[in-house]
């Protein structure tokens, strides 16, 4: 079964800029398409951004061109580089995969606020 392990998040003041990191094992990870989602409290959990193994990608509108998610397919790891980080990406975050889309992680918080 696939285990998703997040790790990145942290307090950041407008502007800046943190880089999410998601560990995935159980799976063959190269062989399926990958997502960050995010959610706070009181609201669903909603799509940030997705990458297809082969490295296409697709962005939330709210964070295009601000966030860039990307993989390594040798060491199972997916990534969410995050810039110009505003009040309004203060959230979990989490990652997911095609393979069990009901399986995840326990997220990590990003905080953003000055």
């Known amino acids: 079964q696939v285990q998703l392990v997040e790790s990145g998040g942290g307090l950041v003041q407008p502007g800046g800029s943190l880089r999410l990191s998601c560990a995935v094992s159980?799976?063959?990870?190269?062989?399926?398409?990958m997502a960050w989602y995010r959610q706070v409290p009181g609201k669903e959990r909603e799509l940030v951004a997705a990458?297809?193994?082969?490295?296409?990608?697709k962005y939330d509108d709210s964070v295009k061109g601000r966030f860039t998610i990307s993989r390594d397919n040798v060491k199972s790891l997916l990534f969410l580089q995050m810039n110009s980080l505003g009040p309004e990406d203060t959230a979990v975050y989490y990652c997911?995969?095609?393979?069990?889309?009901?399986?995840w992680g326990q997220g990590t918080q990003v905080t953003v606020s000055s």
């Open positions: 997911n995969s095609a393979a069990d889309f009901s399986a």
């Open positions: 159980g799976i063959i990870f190269s062989q399926y398409p």
């Open positions: 990458i297809t193994p082969r490295g296409s990608t």
